[in-house]
């Protein structure tokens, strides 16, 4: 008797705490998913270069970026030449926080940005000072008012491969990835389009015109504010996150339910 | 008769005693004895009646959860109307979907519950009937059959049964006709083998059609290239699966392959975009290593080096596409691939 007690009070635990396990998991990932939303603020940067501002810069370029890019940011054995790169690609790199490096690796990673607005536009106009190369775009080039669904065609062929059709990034070769787009700024695209910054190859305004790239934006803006419609999107990462889900939670569960199926009452 | 075999050693009072077909089940002689059913365990809700109205109450909640569910399906409708706005059928469908689970999911579990806490549990085992119909039944049904045979004289008229026959052969033939025109008349080799590129086409954006002129590439650009006129093509999307191209420009000094210079245009390079691995689109191409990575399946080619395997599953370079400038400066091609492109296939000699 006390054998069969105990063995139904094992059976009748295991498929509760199981259901129970089910249950919360899945709780919490759908709260999580849904909690996720962004918040997009437009940017409005200055495009006046003074002298002062100039000088400004280059105090800073010397304090902080002249150990790897050289003093006259003539690029060394560590780092390319900033001659000609232009306002653009400063504002991108720094504000984004990948510049200055934190540590040399395949690719440098976002971090808070350790500058303030007016350090980056002074070292921006600096870096422009050397030469010719894309200036900062304007907050009318980046309003993200155009055609929403031509800039996803245009995404799609030019930018999905690396970025994820809905923009959730991937990986390269050798450490290198596409970072996710969720979460970036208007500005960011427009910039990263025109420079090219690390291994992403440039979009110049044949390839892709301000128009063109206005509608790209307008599309990737589009993804960041609006939820996917078919519920949890489990980061975008394709059939592989999808399958593993179906595999771990449905698998589970109607394992669960036929075990409960089969076993009889106590 | 068929094989006769005894159900074992059941205690059940619902045991039949009488013999059973074997049916078409092949019965070999077990070597391991039948050990029978468990001996009968008796259910709490059998011998306590507390047990017996917990597990009733149970079934019961089990109904009001599926109650609670059919009319939330219905709140839920209405609750989370969908609007232009798309986002809004995530909700909609979520809590309308999960509602109608529940009130569907939970009348199986109660009536489950139900069944194993509170009707009957004693073992049943039922034998099977003979499969093998009555001596008389048998005898009827040659009769009835003969009858027809007779009435219908269809063993007496073989110009009959025979044109019968002729005719049943015959009707599925227009089937296999038509299943043939299913595929392509085409030579499969001879698609596989070209594509859209003739000397003189122009290279053109994908997907908007506008030409390039060979001074709109810097270094660092990459394009993605279609044929000019493939956008006015009834076969585009066939036709863009072969020809399909990425276009990047190179420092001269940087391109290691002699035949890459020369089939290219001051440093502008085209390759095919599909991988000779699989065909994925292959187009992630980092701009510093000139790696171009499939996403499929990691097969990475060096740009540089005449689109060579360096890493992956497959085996063969991506073909170049000879280009040059006409006289208004756009890109155009010399002519088609040299080979065909795209993974291998059955006929591919090169």
Request: glycine fraction near 8%.
């Amino acid at each position: 008797m006390s054998f069969l007690n105990r063995k139904s009070s094992v059976s009748r635990r295991k498929p509760m705490a199981a259901a129970i396990v089910i249950a919360a998991g899945l709780l919490i990932t759908g709260g999580g998913y849904a909690a996720a939303t962004a918040a997009i603020t437009s940017h409005q940067s200055s495009t006046v270069a003074s002298a002062a501002q100039i000088d400004e810069g280059h105090k800073l370029f010397l304090a902080n970026c002249a150990s790897c890019h050289g003093k006259s940011a003539e690029g060394t054995q560590n780092a390319p030449t900033l001659i000609g790169v232009g306002a653009a690609s400063v504002d991108f790199q720094v504000s984004s926080g990948r510049m200055p490096a934190q540590a040399s690796g395949p690719q440098m990673p976002t971090k808070n940005s350790q500058f303030t607005d007016a350090q980056i536009a002074s070292l921006a106009a600096y870096v422009a000072s050397l030469a010719p190369g894309p200036a900062i775009p304007t907050a009318a080039q980046v309003a993200p008012n155009g055609d929403a669904t031509r800039g996803g065609e245009l995404f799609r062929t030019n930018c999905a491969m690396c970025h994820n059709a809905a923009g959730a990034g991937g990986a390269l070769t050798q450490g290198k990835y596409a970072p996710a787009l969720t979460d970036t700024e208007p500005k960011e695209f427009y910039e990263a389009m025109i420079t090219g910054p690390q291994n992403m190859p440039v979009f110049n305004d044949a390839n892709l015109t301000p128009a063109d790239k206005k509608d790209i934006i307008t599309y990737l803006v589009y993804l960041q504010k609006h939820p996917s419609p078919g519920g949890l999107n489990l980061d975008n990462l394709g059939p592989v996150a999808e399958g593993l889900f179906v595999w771990i939670f449905v698998l589970g569960g109607i394992i669960g339910i036929t075990v409960w199926l089969g076993a009889k009452s106590n | 008769m068929a094989d006769k075999k005894s159900l074992g050693s059941a205690e059940s009072e619902y045991h039949f005693e009488h013999d059973y077909s074997a049916g078409l089940a092949h019965v070999s002689a077990d070597k391991i004895a039948d050990p029978g059913l468990e001996p009968h365990r008796v259910r709490m809700t059998d011998k306590s009646v507390k047990h017996e109205k917990t597990a009733a109450r149970q079934v019961a909640i089990w109904f009001f959860v599926s109650i609670i569910g059919s009319i939330s399906a219905i709140v839920a409708y209405f609750a989370f109307p969908i609007t232009d706005d798309l986002g809004t059928v995530r909700n909609n469908t979520f809590f309308v979907g999960v509602s109608i689970a529940l009130g569907m999911l939970a009348i199986g579990f109660g009536a489950v519950h139900w069944a194993k806490t509170l009707m009957p549990d004693a073992e049943v085992a039922e034998a099977r009937h003979q499969t093998r119909g009555a001596e008389d039944v048998r005898a009827r049904a040659v009769e009835i059959v003969n009858l027809a045979n007779q009435e219908s004289g269809f063993s007496r008229r073989k110009l009959i049964r025979r044109s019968l026959y002729g005719a049943l052969a015959l009707f599925p033939l227009p089937g296999l006709v038509l299943f043939k025109d299913m595929t392509t008349n085409a030579d499969p080799t001879e698609t596989l083998r070209h594509t859209m590129w003739k000397k003189g086409t122009r290279l053109t954006t994908d997907p908007t059609g506008t030409p390039i002129k060979a001074a709109d590439l810097t270094i660092g650009s990459v394009f993605h290239v279609i044929p000019e006129g493939l956008n006015d093509r009834e076969d585009m999307l066939e036709q863009k699966a072969k020809a399909a191209v990425l276009l990047v420009r190179l420092d001269p000094e940087e391109i290691k392959s002699q035949k890459e210079l020369d089939w290219g245009y001051d440093g502008i390079v085209a390759y095919s975009k599909i991988c000779t691995h699989v065909g994925c689109p292959v187009a992630l191409y980092e701009q510093h290593t000139h790696n171009l990575l499939c996403p499929c399946h990691q097969s990475t080619f060096d740009l540089a080096n005449d689109c060579a395997v360096v890493f992956g599953p497959a085996t063969r370079a991506l073909p170049q596409l000879q280009i040059t400038v006409d006289a208004e400066g756009y890109l155009v091609a010399k002519g088609d691939f040299a080979e065909p492109v795209g993974p291998s296939f059955w006929e591919r000699t090169a």
